[in-house]
């Protein structure tokens, strides 16, 4: 069965890092669009950054010029670098596969925990 797994979450001061990964299998790797998203305690999860098949990233405006997506379809792994942590970054963080084509077909893992505090 397809399974997604996260890792590299934790406890970091303000203005520290981290960097989050996320391994898949039983897909093909490259059809897919990869993403992370977050959610805090009491906030709808929300999109942070997306690595398209396609080769383009987008990201959303609180984490710009901090977050860096990358991909690597060899290894079926995506990662998110985290810089300059700030505390409203604190959140669980998912990882999510959708299919370029099916959209339908899409697949979570079961996230990591990131707390940034002093």
């Known amino acids: 069965q397809v399974q997604l797994v996260e890792s590299g979450g934790g406890l970091v001061q303000p203005g520290g890092s981290l960097r989050l990964s996320c391994t898949a299998s039983e897909l093909t790797f490259s059809n897919y669009h990869m993403s992370w998203y977050r959610q805090a305690p009491g906030k709808q999860r929300e999109l942070v950054a997306t690595y398209t098949n396609g080769g383009s990233t987008n990201y959303a405006d609180s984490v710009k010029g901090r977050f860096t997506i990358s991909r690597d379809n060899a290894k079926n792994a995506v990662y998110l670098q985290m810089n300059s942590l700030k505390p409203e970054d604190t959140a669980v963080y998912y990882c999510?596969?959708?299919?370029?084509?099916?959209?339908?077909?899409?697949?979570w893992g079961q996230g990591t925990q990131v707390t940034v505090s002093s």
């Open positions: 999510n596969g959708r299919h370029s084509v099916l959209s339908r077909s899409s697949y």
